[in-house]
């Protein structure tokens, strides 16, 4: 009977042990999830940084294209009242002149200006981009995790994990893009 207990008694303390092994494995999922998601938070405030900056820097191009159209109207005004003055054999102002090499050279700079704030808006775009997709490779690994608890599967956890990785690798591109 004595040796029926010393059996029952092993068992009951491997079951345990076992026991106590899945719950550090859990333990190690919980912990490894939470940094997962300290990455994705990262990572969606950095995308989110560069949408907006991208956002801001296409109104700026835009802004600076409508500013060269007013800048083209006025010239063309100049032009078109020389062709009349001219046509009429009226004399031409000085300042008539003066105006449409301004305005000419003005033209020229704020077209520089609108098609230097493009670039930046498409570069700060592909940055976004690149950003995103480690936020929505951070998030799947996020689901694998969660996932691998609930169907006590390993391979799903180790599976976020290279996702993870992935996921990193992303983001650090992200660093080296900006």
Do not use: C
């Given at each position: 009977?004595?040796?029926?207990?010393?059996?029952?008694?092993?068992?009951k303390?491997?079951?345990?042990?076992?026991?106590?092994?899945?719950?550090?494995?859990?333990?190690?999922?919980?912990?490894?999830?939470?940094?997962?998601?300290?990455?994705?938070?990262?990572?969606?405030?950095?995308?989110?940084?560069?949408?907006?900056?991208?956002?801001?820097?296409?109104?700026?191009?835009?802004?600076?294209?409508?500013?060269?159209?007013?800048?083209?109207?006025?010239?063309?005004?100049?032009?078109?009242?020389?062709?009349?003055?001219?046509?009429?054999?009226?004399p031409?102002?000085?300042?008539?002149?003066?105006?449409?090499?301004?305005?000419?050279?003005?033209?020229?700079?704020?077209?520089?200006?609108a098609?230097?704030?493009?670039?930046?808006?498409?570069?700060?775009?592909?940055?976004?981009?690149?950003?995103?997709?480690?936020?929505?490779?951070?998030?799947?690994?996020?689901?694998?995790?969660?996932?691998?608890?609930?169907?006590?599967?390993?391979?799903?956890?180790?599976?976020?994990?290279?996702?993870?990785?992935?996921?990193?690798?992303?983001?650090?591109?992200?660093f080296?893009?900006?």
């Amino acid at each position: 009977m004595e040796e029926l207990e010393d059996a029952t008694e092993r068992l009951k303390e491997t079951m345990e042990a076992a026991e106590e092994k899945k719950e550090r494995w859990t333990m190690y999922v919980a912990l490894s999830t939470a940094i997962i998601a300290v990455f994705a938070a990262l990572a969606g405030m950095y995308g989110n940084h560069h949408a907006n900056e991208a956002m801001l820097d296409q109104i700026k191009s835009s802004d600076a294209w409508a500013y060269y159209q007013s800048k083209g109207i006025k010239e063309e005004l100049n032009v078109n009242t020389a062709r009349i003055l001219t046509s009429l054999d009226r004399p031409v102002p000085a300042e008539n002149a003066e105006a449409i090499n301004r305005y000419e050279k003005e033209k020229k700079e704020i077209k520089e200006d609108a098609e230097e704030k493009e670039k930046s808006s498409e570069e700060h775009m592909r940055e976004h981009v690149v950003f995103s997709r480690a936020v929505t490779i951070f998030q799947v690994a996020i689901a694998l995790s969660a996932i691998s608890i609930l169907t006590r599967k390993k391979l799903l956890w180790y599976l976020s994990l290279l996702l993870t990785v992935i996921g990193i690798v992303f983001f650090v591109i992200g660093f080296f893009t900006s």
